[in-house]
């Protein structure tokens, strides 16, 4: 004896796992775990930062520079990440002058180290 459709339909629905409707549920989880996974990797990459994921590589990072609140980000090899944030405070203390900076037209800054020849005249010359 053949069913005929109407029965046939009804028999689809009849099983209890087809009737729940959060059995979705768990699969939309999973995709947007995908998704999110897929999002870090790419944003990663488009900032092009993977040495921040190598633990052999040292890497400087400075954001906002010049700007009130810039900051210093800096990873060295065997220590932990260290973020440096701009202060007003003025460092002191005692040193030794260990060459000149220039700042060029362009904006470019460069250092000219002293010669050894000058540092010393420099500490045995009278006051």
């Known amino acids: 004896m053949r ?10 629905l009849s099983d209890q796992e087809d009737q729940n409707p959060l059995t979705g549920v768990a699969n939309l989880f999973d ?18 930062l993977p040495e921040l994921l190598n633990p052999d590589e040292d890497i400087s990072i400075v954001k906002n520079p010049g700007q009130q609140d810039m900051k210093i980000i800096l990873k060295e090899k065997g220590k932990p990440i260290e973020v440096l944030n701009m202060t007003d405070n003025i460092g002191g203390g005692t040193g030794e002058a260990l060459g000149t900076a220039y700042k ?16 010393e005249s420099n500490a045995t010359a009278p006051d």
């Open 3 to 12: 069913r005929s459709r109407r029965y046939h339909r009804t028999d689809l």
């Open 31 to 48: 995709v947007a775990m995908v998704f999110s996974v897929a999002l870090m990797v790419a944003l990663v990459m488009s900032y092009h």
């Open 104 to 119: 060029l037209a362009n904006g470019q800054v460069i250092y000219v180290p002293e010669d050894e020849k000058s540092m």
